[in-house]
């Protein structure tokens, strides 16, 4: 049972465009949603979080919207660096601080010079 | 400042043999958690220390596994009988407060052979 899910395995984008990491979740008592990022042989660094008592949350080039409705969450980074290619994951949980997280499966970004 | 420390970095053991994997965390960090991350997933909770006491260890697979963190730092995996299920990287990670994020160190890959 998949209760935070991440369709797109990988995702290439050309360097200076706009990246879009789609997450989806089935738990509606989630409320606290996260976005790492995961360099191969390290552990995942956080990125960004967005509570649901809002729809969006910007961190510099980074952008974290939320649809409660649909249960849905993405990541846009703009403009893309080659820096940014990573794996990327979602995470959810059921109370603001509380950090036992549900991590989705990851979505790898290749940013394409 | 360091970050969160993890020994081994690889641990390659025989089917059946006992294993012990050591996190160290941020200095000062009084909430660990220990994860669990297989080839293709998200990172999977395994058990939460608030202090020396484990506050929830609902994502322990089964009695084969069992975490101390005796003095409130440093902790202790402890996987008896290991199966080549068991195979994984091992994430630790640590938090400086309630609404502050997880540090992952960079993980412990376990290779049961």
């Known amino acids: 049972d998949q209760q935070v899910k991440q369709n797109s395995p990988s995702l290439s984008v050309q360097e200076g465009r706009i990246s879009i990491l789609n997450c989806d979740y089935t738990?509606?008592?989630?409320?606290?949603f996260l976005w790492y990022k995961k360099y191969p042989a390290e552990g995942p660094t956080f990125l960004i979080s967005i509570s649901s008592i809002k729809d969006k949350n910007e961190d510099g080039r980074f952008t974290v919207f939320l649809n409660k409705s649909a249960k849905h969450l993405s990541l846009h980074i703009v403009p893309s660096q080659p820096g940014d290619s990573a794996v990327y994951f979602c995470a959810a949980s059921g109370v603001q601080g509380a950090q036992k997280l549900v991590f989705g499966q990851g979505t790898r970004l290749t940013i394409n010079p | 400042g360091a970050g969160v420390s993890q020994t081994p970095s690889n641990k390659v053991t025989e089917k059946g043999k006992y294993v012990e994997l050591r996190c160290d965390p941020i200095?000062?960090?009084?909430?660990l958690y220990w994860y669990r991350q297989s080839l293709g997933q998200g990172p999977e909770f395994l058990i939460y220390?608030?202090?020396?006491?484990?506050?929830?260890d609902s994502g322990l697979p089964n009695d084969r596994f069992f975490a101390v963190r005796p003095e409130g730092s440093v902790s202790t995996l402890k996987i008896q009988r290991t199966e080549r299920g068991d195979s994984a990287v091992y994430l630790c990670?640590?938090?400086?407060?309630?609404?502050?994020?997880?540090?992952f160190g960079n993980g412990t890959r376990l290779t049961v052979t």
């Open positions: 990670a640590s938090s400086g407060g309630f609404d502050s994020p997880l540090h």
């Open positions: 738990n509606s008592m989630f409320d606290y």
């Open positions: 200095s000062g960090h009084t909430a």
């Open positions: 220390f608030q202090g020396t006491g484990a506050a929830d």
